[in-house]
């Protein structure tokens, strides 16, 4: 049905876009979200546990590394067992750590679980992959003009003037 002259979706196909890209971002917020709060906790955790401050941030640091380097071992996982498997066990990761995380009091446990079940978790459920996800959904599902602003222009309807300053950028 998408043709060059009529890039619109159906309505089912559109429907279908829009709850794709709607559960990529969810996924992303919420393994982004939850990873990222581990700095609220840094004063509260160095008062209780009375560590210094690298240690606590050397826990977060150790996430944004396994994070990093987990996710070309995902992008294979993707191509071998689907991201149903992939995402669900991200989550996983995520809610178990996060929930052994409630009777953690030492160091080493922050590292394994909040650095890497954690991070490992994020990498599966957001940081690279689910932004592609998102971007390759929208330029597929909302037509050829959707991967540039002059094309999202035109898709706007806006004035000539206004797609020809957008297309000078």
């Given at each position: 049905?998408?043709?060059?002259?009529?890039?619109?979706?159906?309505?089912?196909?559109?429907?279908?876009?829009?709850?794709?890209?709607?559960?990529?971002?969810?996924?992303?917020?919420?393994?982004?979200?939850?990873?990222?709060?581990y700095?609220?906790?840094?004063?509260?955790?160095?008062?209780?546990?009375?560590?210094?401050?690298?240690?606590?941030?050397?826990?977060?640091?150790?996430?944004?590394?396994?994070?990093?380097?987990?996710?070309?071992?995902?992008?294979?996982?993707?191509?071998?067992?689907?991201?149903?498997?992939?995402?669900?066990?991200?989550?996983?990761?995520?809610?178990?750590?996060?929930?052994?995380?409630?009777?953690?009091?030492?160091?080493?446990?922050?590292?394994l679980?909040?650095?890497?079940?954690?991070?490992?978790g994020?990498?599966?459920?957001?940081?690279?992959?689910?932004?592609?996800?998102?971007?390759?959904?929208?330029?597929?599902?909302?037509?050829?003009?959707?991967?540039?602003?002059?094309?999202?222009?035109?898709?706007?309807?806006?004035?000539?003037?206004?797609?020809?300053?957008?297309?000078?950028?």
């Amino acid at each position: 049905n998408q043709t060059a002259e009529n890039p619109a979706l159906s309505a089912p196909q559109s429907r279908t876009a829009v709850a794709v890209l709607a559960t990529c971002f969810s996924l992303n917020m919420l393994g982004r979200g939850l990873g990222d709060t581990y700095a609220l906790f840094l004063l509260p955790l160095e008062r209780e546990f009375g560590w210094l401050r690298y240690q606590m941030t050397s826990v977060y640091s150790v996430f944004l590394l396994v994070s990093g380097f987990a996710a070309p071992v995902v992008g294979l996982l993707f191509d071998r067992v689907g991201p149903r498997l992939v995402y669900g066990a991200g989550i996983g990761c995520i809610g178990s750590a996060l929930l052994a995380a409630g009777s953690m009091d030492r160091l080493w446990q922050f590292y394994l679980f909040i650095g890497a079940a954690v991070g490992t978790g994020v990498a599966m459920t957001g940081i690279g992959m689910l932004t592609l996800t998102g971007n390759n959904v929208a330029m597929d599902s909302f037509g050829p003009i959707a991967d540039n602003a002059n094309g999202i222009g035109e898709m706007a309807r806006l004035e000539p003037k206004a797609r020809q300053i957008m297309a000078d950028l």
